[in-house]
């Protein structure tokens, strides 16, 4: 009996250990790539505001597999935390600068880490971009299901397109007003994000 409480005990205590915080400033015009993370299921993400401006942390809604706002924050040293504890991507930005000046990506990968650098198999060519939008699909994440979603930074959905087993794969996207725009390739197996920039 003592030996499994040992044993539960000793796991217990690497779990916890296992769990770690990463800090973040947030600040106007504090932007990507510095501003993603990838990160292990239960840690946690602290956003320190480092300016004396207004703030909020919170996810694109439509594009982020958790659910997050810090509400208004203001002042020097204020903080948010949050802990992460499902896998996948979550957009977030600063609901009062907007994504053009405050926004990143946090990764939340198991323990055993992304299969085979899953992030790297989706390359967005052209970026920014103003009237086609190219993207470069690896063959080893197709499986004849995968569906294109472009939204805006409120998540509401711009476009939408089936890519079955495309690779190469061009969306006109001369109609999207200018601004910072997310898209998402979906299947039953995967769900990756990417930023880019309409002109």
Request: proline residues 2%; hydrophobic residues 40%; charged residues 15%.
């Amino acid at each position: 009996m003592k030996t499994k409480l040992l044993i539960v005990l000793f796991f217990g205590i690497l779990s916890v250990e296992a769990q770690t915080t990463h800090n973040l400033d947030w600040h106007i015009n504090f932007l990507s790539p510095a501003t993603d993370l990838t990160v292990e299921i239960g840690d946690t993400v602290t956003w320190t505001w480092t300016d004396i401006f207004p703030h909020t942390v919170q996810n694109v809604v439509g594009n982020s597999v958790e659910t997050f706002n810090s509400g208004t924050l203001t002042g020097n040293g204020s903080t948010f935390s949050y802990t992460f504890t499902v896998v996948g991507v979550n957009d977030y930005f600063c609901g009062i600068h907007g994504a053009l000046s405050m926004s990143g990506t946090i990764t939340v990968q198991n323990t055993l880490g992304i299969d085979d650098n899953i992030l790297k198999k989706f390359s967005i060519l052209t970026n920014p971009v103003n009237q086609e939008l190219n993207i470069n699909v690896s063959p080893s994440i197709l499986q004849g299901d995968e569906e294109i979603i472009i939204y805006d930074l409120l998540g509401k959905k711009s476009i939408t397109k089936k890519i079955g087993n495309e690779q190469n794969v061009i969306i006109d996207v001369s109609d999207l007003s200018s601004g910072l725009y997310m898209i998402t390739i979906t299947s039953k197996n995967i769900k990756i994000s990417k930023r880019f920039i309409k002109k």
